[in-house]
């Protein structure tokens, strides 16, 4: 089954207010990574966590990751109808002697209401 | 000019066709990656090749299959479609030791 989940799946969100999507996966992640799709686009990559409790923002974007590395979540203030996509997390894991092999969750599709 | 480009980026094609996706980057990257997405699932990886000599099954890899022609082109066949490889077909690359993927267009596959 699938590893990484994301839920929710959908969000309906008004403009101006916050909304959170999480990620869980079922093993420990060598690190996770987080990517935006718009509709009828391709994912974007957003950024990357590494360490175990980190914190990166991104402008109104706030994403962490867990202390025990198996969870991860993006936070977004004041929403904007810019924000409109499709957010997957994605976790890494390191194959070989270096590289990665991305496991994607399912996405949160958010949708902006004016 | 694109960095990660996609050839076709639509088609329509009969169940039994053979079918070629072609993937092509400028990015000098040496790993490249084909997924598969489809609604509510994200993106499953179906192969990776980490250089050109290296081909490795992803989570689906059943019913494809790839050839690494060269460090920039990777391609993705489908030898005998059935519907239920209609998708959203992403290649992807990624620079050693970096996490940051880079996806192309995508192609989207109808198979009827």
């Known amino acids: 089954g699938q590893q990484v989940m994301q839920i929710p799946q959908y969000q309906h969100v008004q403009e101006g207010e916050d909304f959170t999507t999480y990620c869980n996966s079922s093993t420990t992640l060598s690190n996770i990574q987080w990517y935006k799709q718009r509709p009828g686009g391709h994912p974007v990559f957003l950024i990357q966590?590494?360490?175990?409790?980190e914190v990166k923002k991104q402008k109104r974007l706030t994403f962490q990751f867990g202390e025990a590395k198996k969870n991860s979540s993006l936070h977004i203030t004041a929403t904007q109808t810019t924000d409109v996509g499709t957010y997957f997390c994605a976790g890494t894991l390191m194959f070989k002697a270096a590289g990665n092999k991305l496991t994607f969750g399912g996405g949160t599709r958010v949708l902006v209401k004016p | 000019d694109a960095d990660v480009t996609q050839t076709p980026r639509n088609r329509i094609t009969k169940t039994g066709k053979r079918i070629m996706l072609e993937c092509s980057q400028t990015?000098?990257?040496?790993?490249m990656y084909w997924y598969r997405q489809d609604p509510g699932l994200g993106l499953r990886l179906i192969y990776y090749s980490f250089d050109v000599k290296d081909i490795n099954k992803g989570e689906i890899s059943d019913g494809y299959s790839v050839s690494r022609q060269a460090q920039a082109k990777f391609s993705l066949s489908l030898e005998s479609a059935i519907p239920n490889q209609t998708a959203l077909y992403f290649c992807?690359?990624?620079?050693?030791?970096?996490?940051?993927?880079?996806f192309g267009p995508g192609t989207r596959l109808t198979v009827t």
């Open positions: 990015k000098g990257h040496d790993r």
């Open positions: 966590l590494v360490k175990s409790g």
């Open positions: 992807a690359t990624s620079a050693v030791d970096l996490g940051e993927q880079y």
